[in-house]
């Protein structure tokens, strides 16, 4: 069996671990960052066709980490690490050439790590992953930062790979997995794709959030959710839309009929009568 298969505590799917492995395969760096170790699975990966790693994670990797002599293990907050890493990599004239973002997963996480990435001297001519693009709060993250205005950016895609929809305990109807890849200091700056936006293809995650919240909503109703109800789901979301859809016309509709009346010359001229009613009722409470 290929290791891709391996049961192995490796939090990406079989995919992303070949796909992870493919761009190692052609990059293979002098230097390499990764930004979420946990269990170490990402980063065996990347030591094995890296000349030298920086793991930087907020817990300590498990002990036989320490076996792979290429890799440097800093243990805290990207946040304070990784602009250190940086400077230091920058100090001994050293380019990184690949990193894999998969730390803190908030959107102001990822944002500063991209930052951080983005301003530093050390980041040139670098391929940059990023694990789970396909989720809500990384996806925010990288929107905060203007990419098309970043002049070492040559390569963009948020896409690269799609992530899934889990229907699991843990991660019930969350979204999560999938790369982007950002290249930087490529000869040419063809392919940006700022927000996402590909003029060729719908992006995953536009087609299946909607569908996420279709199911979730399902569940509030207290109907079935589940890999045979998207359909299901749809339906109902749809019936929704077409009920406030209805419900709107029919609302524009009583608003032109109303004030068909109340711009009408007999409105106008039925005025005194009202405003009589109107002092006639007040005089009686
Ligand atoms: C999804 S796991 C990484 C999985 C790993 N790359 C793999 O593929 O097996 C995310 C890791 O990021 C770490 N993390 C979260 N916030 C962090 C931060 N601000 N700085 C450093 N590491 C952080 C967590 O401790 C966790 O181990």
Redesign the pocket.
Known sequence: MISTFDIM????DPGERAALEGLLCQIRPNLSI??????????RSIAQYSGHVHS????APPDDINELTNVTVHT????V??PEVLAQSARDGQNVDFV?V????TPD?VERDTRDLLASAAVNRTVIVF??TMNDAVRAGLAHVDIEAEPKVTHYDPDFLAGRLHYRSDLHHQLWGGFGVMVLGAASRSSIRPSGVDPTAYATYDLVAPVRDALVAQERNGDPSGPSWVRHALRLSRAGDDELLHLRAELAELQRAFDEVTTSKSWRLTAPLRATARLMRNGRT
């Open positions: 505590p490796w939090q990406m990764e930004i979420g170790t946990a269990d170490g699975g990402s980063l930087v994670d907020l817990a805290g907050d990207s946040h690490l990784l894999l998969d730390g803190d997963h996480g694990h789970d």
